[in-house]
């Protein structure tokens, strides 16, 4: 197996943020069924690039051999954090990139913001390469679930995390959040944008879409909602409810959250340790004003179902579904509703909700593929690596045909060892 090292440096609002190791190794990917309701094809052989990010020192370095490759990822832009007010209160976007670019929104799921909802998926360099040569990044944040405080505070009360929403203020509905990111488009002065959102978010921001459909190029949406909750659901949330009410971000609501977000294979067992990225979310879980995550689970559990309207959606749209989510089966039946031409699905093997975070490797093709249909591609210095397997020579020319959503795919299976 080989690896590739190499050291991130993130930079936040005022200082520096300690180095971040990056190690990815390359073996063969797991399982990733694509499914499409058109043509099939063969994808090429992909390769699994799993990201682990460890804080601190970075380990002692080994000689580079010819299959290994160290290098260092530029830091491509310093993230800007505005806060704009709205109907129904201030919310918190981070925008990363060249704003000239055409600009690609983020939502996350519940009590979660973008460091632990998309933070895998953007730090994996071709991941990374991809989104940001084509794309200016806004982050935006449920109320409450911000990174950083309110600029307006005190230096004394600045923390990293989110200040408290009063109890008093109303809750606002799946609709208000909607139109709050039309709000945040009209203040950047941004148009048609991409959309991506992981689970409540990916519901937000569907919703977006069938309001404001003018405003929406396309969708990528990572174990996605579209159905109000079932009873299982609305139970489970309620229970989440009142551990938030009563004791806080409790050890037992942050498992119920992990449950939520991981599959069983990251999240351990007595007798094996959580993942890395398990851990680092658990941390983060620690920060989260218990008040906001509170509203905005009673915000989804309130949702109204709209799979009616998922046939009216014009706009292209990419599902990915982890198959051990419990989300799994709703994200089949939303792929079901949604018009055939315009939409297509990923399921990944031994996956969770959050895909982002735990397989962001297995998004890599499937998001450069639809791409392809707006014209975007990654940069060259990364698509002629003879590592990739999407360099031009290896792309098949019946894929490159504008069938469907500009794919052409059917149900494949490919069950490999994780292992080399």
Known sequence: MSEFQGTVERRS?????????????LSLSPSIIVRSKS?????????????????????????????????????????????????????????????????????PDLALNHMSCFQGLFFCPEAASLLLHNFCIYHISPPGHE????????????????????????VPSVDDLADQINEVLDFFGLGAVMCMGVTAGAYILTLFAMKYRERVLGLILVSPLCKAPS??????????????YYYGMCGLLKDCLLQ????????????????????????????????NVLRFLRTINRRPDISEGLKRLKCRTLIFVGD?????????YMTSKLDERYCALVEVHA????????????????????FMNYGLYRPCQFSDSPRSPLSPSCISPELLSPESMGLKLKPIKTRVSLEV
């Open 231 to 244: 009873w299982t659901e609305w139970f489970y949330n309620k229970v989440m409810s009142n551990l938030l």
């Open 147 to 170: 990174v950083f405080p309110p600029l307006a505070l005190p230096q004394e009360f600045l923390q990293l995390g989110a200040a408290s929403i009063c109890s008093n203020d109303p």
């Open 13 to 25: 609002l005022n200082s520096w943020v300690r180095p971040i190791s990056v190690t990815t190794h």
């Open 324 to 332: 051990s989510s419990p989300f799994h089966s709703e994200a089949i």
């Open 39 to 107: 043509n099939i094809t063969t994808i090429p052989a992909i390769y699994d690039r799993r990201c682990r990010f460890r804080g601190g020192r970075d380990p002692p370095q080994k000689a580079v051999s010819e299959t290994e490759t160290e290098c260092s990822i530029p830091l491509l832009a310093i993230p800007q954090e505005h806060l704009i007010p709205t109907g129904c209160g201030s919310v918190s976007v981070i925008v990363y990139g060249d704003q000239d670019k055409p600009a690609l929104i983020t939502y």
């Open 351 to 370: 996956c969770g909700s959050m895909v982002t975070e735990e397989q962001p490797h297995a998004m890599l093709i499937p998001m450069e593929y639809f």
């Open 260 to 291: 939520r977000y991981f599959s069983k294979e990251v999240r351990g067992s007595p007798e094996i340790q959580e993942s890395d990225i398990v851990q680092a979310c658990r941390k983060l879980l620690e920060e989260r004003q218990s008040i």
